[in-house]
């Protein structure tokens, strides 16, 4: 498991492609100093959606995953004192690249109002290189692959492997 200080100085080693606009490397954008815990990094989420009492919550945060880390995001103890439930993947993979959502719910109170910007958070553990990332499998979307503009929609003009994508 990274402790704070590992989180910090893999962060510091990435490097940005420009010619990609990408990342490699632990990313964590927006940054803020403040949520970083001892192992972990507390998430800010935001209201997505919201449905009968279900919110769809989504990370202000993108993450960058290296191939040799993985991330497990859990829900912090305020979200059950607050009387909540989520649904998540607590995996995050190496190699995936994006923001994080989550379903939450109040069974007891549908309509409950309740912060939920700090819900969760994300350790990072290493793990021994991998040979496909999460943006290397062929059923990766759109938005998880290298390219991806994710403020504008726009596909990659690449695919998986970096060769020229014939559907742009």
Known sequence: MLSDKDILERMKESIMNKDLG???GLSISPYYPQKLGSV??????????QNRG?????????????RDLVG????????????L?????????PGY???LTFLVWCPEEPNKNYDESDLFQIMFFKVGEVNVTY????NATAMDRPGFNQTTGSPPTTDVKGEKN???
């Open 166 to 168: 014939p559907n742009v």
């Open 72 to 83: 497990i995001v859990c829900s912090r103890s305020r979200l059950a004192m607050r009387g």
């Open 97 to 99: 690249r994006g923001k």
């Open 40 to 49: 972990s990094y507390d998430l800010t989420t935001r209201v997505e959606y």
């Open 85 to 93: 439930f989520a649904s998540f993947s607590s995996l995050v993979d």
């Open 54 to 66: 279900v919110k769809r919550l989504v990370t202000e945060e993108t993450i960058n995953m290296p």
């Open 135 to 138: 943006n290397e499998k062929p």
């Open 22 to 24: 990408e990342i490699s």
